[in-house]
């Protein structure tokens, strides 16, 4: 067993997400296709200060955690946000920013 395993599914379902979350260019890469109207056919990294190669392993892990869709058209790949990944961690965040605020000022320190 997995140290990992000994906690809640939804505990490690944020850590994952929040991993995923924990580089800039990730974040840039789900902003700019948030500013985008249609998906995106072709090289993210003609948008981005990164080379195809990093956007492409960025890319891989922002899908791996179900937080964009990459389809294969032709030579090309259109990729777009996934929305149900997107609203899923809305509420894990949400949920757990609820639960971790505090009813009062603590006088800890």
Do not use: W
């Not at 067993?1 to 939804?10: A, V, Y």
């Not at 609203?87 to 006088?107: A, C, H, S, V, Y």
């Amino acid at each position: 067993m997995r140290k990992l395993d000994l906690f809640e599914k939804g505990q490690q379902e944020i850590a994952a997400i929040a991993k995923v979350m924990s580089h800039p260019a990730r974040i840039a890469i789900l902003q700019f296709l948030a500013a985008t109207p249609t998906c995106i056919s072709g090289d993210i990294s003609d948008f981005l200060p990164l080379s195809r190669t990093t956007v492409s392993q960025h890319l891989k892990d922002l899908k791996h955690a179900g937080l964009i869709k990459g389809e294969v058209e032709g030579l090309k790949i259109k990729y777009c946000l996934n929305k149900k990944g997107i609203e899923k961690m809305k509420q894990l965040f949400g949920d757990l920013l609820e639960e971790i605020t505090p009813e009062e000022e603590n006088n800890c320190l």
